[in-house]
């Protein structure tokens, strides 16, 4: 993957546990890796649930493959864009030569 379609900075975030001042374990989110990607902007969606109305916003962000881009898994997310993004799928492109990541940020 060239490097020209990388233009947005977003950063990865894995959950992760730490101690409160009470000796209890809670889940966080912690940063994981920082990185430039291509993003491909999808349609957004709504639709109707109970009586609510919602809508969810899909993308794709391209990444090159490293040590931290191919250990990533849906149960991680993205921040990016004053947003926060689900990730629903990591495919690994190629030989060595990148990762695409999908995600959903959902807006109610």
Not at 30 to 55: C, F, K, M, P
Not at 62 to 73: H, I, P
Not at 76 to 96: E, H, K, M, Q
């Amino acid at each position: 993957m060239r490097a020209g379609p990388r233009n947005r900075r977003i950063l990865f975030q894995r959950k992760a546990v730490i101690e409160d001042e009470y000796g209890e374990d809670i889940e966080i989110w912690a940063d994981y890796a920082a990185t430039w990607a291509h993003v491909i902007w999808g349609t957004g969606a709504e639709r109707r649930e109970a009586a609510q109305l919602s809508a969810s916003q899909p993308a794709t962000f391209r990444v090159l493959a490293n040590d931290k881009s191919l250990t990533l898994s849906v149960l991680d997310r993205i921040s990016f864009a004053g947003g926060l993004w689900d990730i629903t799928s990591v495919v690994p492109l190629g030989l060595n030569e990148g990762v695409e990541v999908t995600a959903v940020r959902a807006a109610l």
